[in-house]
């Protein structure tokens, strides 16, 4: 993204509400899941976590909000969660991640997510839709201990649609990586969508398939093998049309889905069911309905 930086002629980077952080912990205590550590910067904030699910009621449900309507150039994100030991958490996001047009610098997000032992961790944000010239770099790490379980969900699209934006953003990169408290390496996605002037080279077989959008889900844990949790993933969208595929994980720690649409309401259908399916199997009991208004 180097070559992308400058200085804007508006805000700079570092300017005020150009930094947004949110540094969130969690711990159980007398079997509820409570939010013991919390500091958080304007444009990102949050509510107080939710009690939504009525077979778990000490699970916290939190969801991540920005202010500012949508990411501009030079702004700079930050998300820190620590799940702590036996705490149970569900993160999403209040709406799609929307990336406006830039004319000087990029934009980025960094998210750190750590789950202890026993800790269930969830991070499912709504998709990420970059607008005309919109320059976006994400980068994700995920830190699950033995015993933890972590499901992480990501969605890309090509753009604003209904405007005919269809890969028309400069530059959407993204890293994701997954790995053992130690270090061991369990996961490393990488995403780099460079139009270029040219939506052939982020619309061929080896990257969307001329398709609009992107779908990813991991889930770590050892609480199925993993070959169980691949099928159950292949299980809950076979049969439907999609054009998608599951893998095991390294080390027996889990399975990934990857999944390319061209209908957003076919997209987040898909993702949804698969996570309920992988849910079910490693809790035991049903997602409940999580409405975002």
Known sequence: ???????PDTLAPGSPAKVGILDLGFA?????TELVERYQKTPLQIMRPLRLDPDRPGDSYVFLMATGGGVAQADRYRIDVHAGPGSRVHLTTQAATKVFRMEQDYASQLVHLRADEGAYLEYLPDPVIPFRDARFY??????????????????????????????????LATDLEIVRPDGALLAVD???LVPDG???TVTGPAVLAGR??????????DLRPAAEIADT???????????????????DSGAWLRL????PVRTAAALDTAWRAVRRLLTGSPAPVLRKT
């Open 1 to 7: 993204m180097a070559d992308w930086a400058g200085r």
């Open 28 to 32: 159980l205590r007398d079997g509820r």
């Open 138 to 171: 994400q980068r994700t790490t995920v830190t699950v201990a033995p015993g933890a379980t972590v499901v992480l969900g990501e969605t890309l699209t090509a753009g604003r649609l209904a405007r005919g934006e269809r890969h028309d953003y400069r530059v």
């Open 190 to 192: 990488t995403q780099r």
């Open 198 to 200: 040219d939506r052939r």
């Open 212 to 221: 609009d959008h992107l779908a990813t889900l991991f889930a770590v844990s």
């Open 233 to 251: 993933l292949h299980r809950a969208l076979d049969g439907q049309g999609l054009c998608y595929g599951v893998s095991t994980l390294a080390e």
């Open 260 to 263: 390319l649409e061209d209908s």
